[in-house]
């Protein structure tokens, strides 16, 4: 895979030690990201959405916004700077006090209708940290390059979730032996009634495993309206498309979804990747749902193009991640992935949370370096070295390399 | 680029009444002045700002912009006709479709 050219438009020099996070200006923030397509980069702004710090605008409308790598190098990521990814255009408002969540079955005639309020005095209150992380994430990184919305690294956020059990909700409405899926709504729409809705699936005991909520909060408050208020799907360990936001109807299926975003859209290659065997139902001959996060890890503390200097201690910080099973162990390099050191790692709030990290390195020759991060699942899966090319850009963790000059 | 004009996106969104479109800066996105780029504009923004397009120039390439308007036509409902998907096709070809 050949790494594309690109032009250094800056230098920093960094304080004697680096483990204090350095300010980053507008203009570094959106360069951050090399490799990207000229189009992108032309066209990134970082814009403030009402009730949120800048972030990366990829697309006003529908509003995609990513996280500023600076921002990702906390277990938890705040909700103002936490990334924001819709389909469609039209995102209503909804004030808590008219929220309303219905339950249908396409093979009986049960149904049953909740308040927040309803969900909040029915059920026990349970609370999980968890990363979500768009399956396109890094798409923008993509070799060769792949049409769609052009993710640099921040399509990923870390929160702590409240909510109830999605499984207490529908064993309470009735949920019988038949149901093969569970399917979900959210409240935004295309400005065209042709337009799909944005449908989502999953297979029943994802549904029913007891880490799947129903959230109405975000880092001890009620959710941003831009990431889903007032309640919104946690699938930890699962790819955001999951993670219905504003979710307003849930239908238990006993056949599988023929939703366009599940039929069409989400699918990946069959056997490129791990996983291949969660989503049966709605996996083919040729294509599978994309479902788990594939292990990743990101260097957050020091941008693309900054300047360190020669035979003095360098500390690298950032965050690894994966679909659920945590984070065994980190390594960095210095020398674009000849050789690798191990990093400290955190204890994280949960195995399905960031983990942070930290290894300090101590550059001895001049000239370019290419700082590398790799990490290791509990589960034994490895970051590649090369990208598993896909035509949607999906799962790439690809070792982040940040370039830096020694001076 | 003859021309430049900036895309007024509010008189067509603000139907949608009781919704919080993000409307943003959008309206500072530059987009040319010509039949064609209106066509583009009048078609594509309904639903999307043009930074969609602008963000895929040269990833999408050349007459591969068709089975891009024909996705939004068949899978999203975009009211676009044969003519028009023609010559929306060929000016994004030219304008976006770049190495």
Redesign the interface.
């Known amino acids: 895979m050949s790494i594309p050219t690109y032009s250094k438009q800056r230098r920093h020099v960094l304080s004697s030690l680096s483990s204090i996070p350095v300010a980053i200006a507008a203009s570094d923030v959106l360069a951050g990201t090399p490799y990207l397509p000229p189009g992108t980069v032309a066209s990134a702004r970082l814009e403030t959405l009402p009730g949120k710090r800048p972030m990366i605008k990829r697309s006003y409308r529908p509003p995609n916004y990513e996280t500023p790598l600076a921002a990702l190098g906390t277990e938890i990521t705040p909700a103002d700077q936490f990334f924001v990814r819709w389909h469609l255009s039209v995102i209503p408002e909804i004030h808590p006090k008219d929220y309303q969540l219905n339950l249908s079955s396409d093979h009986n005639d049960r149904s049953l209708k909740f308040s927040l309020a309803d969900l909040q005095r029915q059920f026990e209150p349970v609370e999980i940290t968890a990363v979500c992380q768009c399956s396109g994430a890094r798409r923008g990184l993509s070799d060769p390059h792949v049409a769609g919305v052009e993710w640099g690294y921040g399509a990923v956020s870390n929160a702590r979730w409240k909510g109830v059990r999605l499984r207490d909700v529908l064993r309470h409405f009735g949920i019988d032996a038949s149901t093969i899926e569970v399917a979900f709504w959210g409240e935004d729409r295309g400005p065209l009634d042709v337009t799909p809705r944005f449908v989502k699936s999953l297979p029943t005991y994802k549904a029913m495993d007891d880490q799947t909520i129903l959230a109405f909060e975000m880092n001890g408050k009620p959710i941003p309206h831009w990431n889903g208020a007032p309640v919104r799907l946690i699938v930890p360990g699962w790819t955001a498309t999951y993670w219905m936001k504003q979710i307003s109807h849930i239908q238990c299926l006993q056949s599988p979804s023929k939703s366009f975003w599940m039929t069409s859209a989400y699918r990946l290659t069959k056997d490129k990747f791990p996983g291949d065997d969660r989503f049966i139902t709605q996996a083919n001959d040729k294509t599978v749902a994309v479902t788990e996060m594939v292990v990743n890890s990101l260097i957050t503390n020091i941008a693309d193009g900054q300047s360190v200097h020669v035979n003095q201690p360098l500390m690298i910080q950032g965050v690894a991640w994966d679909g659920g099973s945590g984070i065994d162990s980190v390594e960095v390099s210095v020398d674009d992935g000849k050789t690798w050191q191990p990093a400290a790692v955190a204890k994280a709030e949960s195995r399905y949370s960031f983990h942070c990290y930290s290894a300090t390195v101590t550059p001895q020759t001049l000239g370019l370096h290419a700082l590398r991060v790799r990490a290791l699942s509990n589960g034994g899966q490895k970051q590649p070295e090369a990208l598993v090319f896909n035509p949607a850009g999906y799962h790439n963790n690809v070792w982040h390399r940040v370039e830096v000059t020694v001076v | 680029m003859k021309h430049s004009i900036v895309v007024m ?1 509010a008189t067509i ?1 603000l139907g ?1 009444l ?9 309206t500072k ?1 530059v987009w040319e002045n010509s039949d064609a780029a209106r066509l583009v504009q009048s078609r594509c923004i ?4 043009l ?2 397009i ?7 390439k050349g007459a591969n912009w068709e089975a ?1 308007v024909n996705k939004m036509r068949k ?5 676009i006709n044969d003519e028009e998907a023609k010559q929306i096709v060929a000016y994004l070809s030219q304008k ?1 479709g770049g190495e």
């Open positions: 996106i969104t949608l009781g919704s919080w479109l993000c409307l943003a800066d959008e996105i309904t639903c999307h700002s930074d969609y602008q963000m895929n120039a040269g990833v999408i891009e899978a999203y409902g975009a009211p976006f």
